[in-house]
């Protein structure tokens, strides 16, 4: 390759008189063969240029950015990867119950009148709301190898069960044999001074 190559004469309206008398899918191709040649040439006094710059201290330099730009990406990649959630154990707080809770609180239910139980927990929204928590405290607090189960038990699970087997909690007119029972109704509530307790979602 010369080294006085000039692109004089390859300008756009050079190319147009040279190409003009022939047809528009010709001059096409032949544009884009130009442009293939300018860029290849691009390319070559480039790769000359650099190789004149690439001393050895450089080389070392754009090595070491090299090295450090893939150990960023890289430590980068582990930290999105940790930062994903972890799947959950169970499902569903129904899931949670049938196969988790029940299994683990085995106890008599049946003909024990300080200790109920419902088979359909489901239909009492305070049980709903005190296994929901349970459950959800539950997958949380797995997560954690050392303490995270016995602060789960004492101060979750222990805590719900108790009220829910009371004998006077969200089951005692339910019966492990006779199912569940709608006598419990929502406690009564009048209404407060319109001007007492504003919305404060309208804030």
């Not at 999105?80 to 049938?98: D, H, T, Y």
């Not at 003909?111 to 009492?124: F, I, L, S």
């Not at 190898?145 to 789960?152: I, L, N, Q």
Request: aromatic share 8%.
């Amino acid at each position: 390759m010369s080294e006085d190559f000039s692109f004089d004469g390859l300008d756009d309206t050079a190319t147009e008189a040279a190409t003009g008398s022939l047809s528009e899918p010709m001059q096409a191709r032949v544009q884009a063969g130009v442009d293939r040649r300018l860029s290849a040439e691009v390319d070559a006094i480039a790769a000359a240029q650099f190789e004149e710059l690439l001393t050895p201290e450089l080389h070392h330099q754009l090595a070491e950015a090299t090295r450090a730009r893939m150990e960023a990406e890289l430590d980068a990649a582990i930290d999105a990867a940790s930062n994903e959630p972890e799947p959950l154990k169970f499902g569903s707080v129904e899931e949670f119950v049938r196969d988790h809770l029940a299994v683990l609180y085995r106890r008599e239910v049946e003909d024990v009148p300080y200790r109920c139980w419902c088979p359909q927990w489901w239909r009492h929204a305070e049980a709903v709301a005190r296994l929901e928590a349970l459950w959800r405290s539950f997958e949380h607090l797995r997560k954690d190898p050392h303490t995270g189960m016995s602060v789960w038990l004492r101060d979750h699970a222990d805590h719900h069960m108790e009220k829910l087997f009371a004998s006077d909690g969200p089951f005692q007119n339910c019966d492990t044999r006779t199912g569940h029972s709608d006598r419990l109704h929502a406690l009564p509530v009048d209404p407060a001074p319109p001007a007492m307790f504003p919305d404060q979602r309208q804030r």
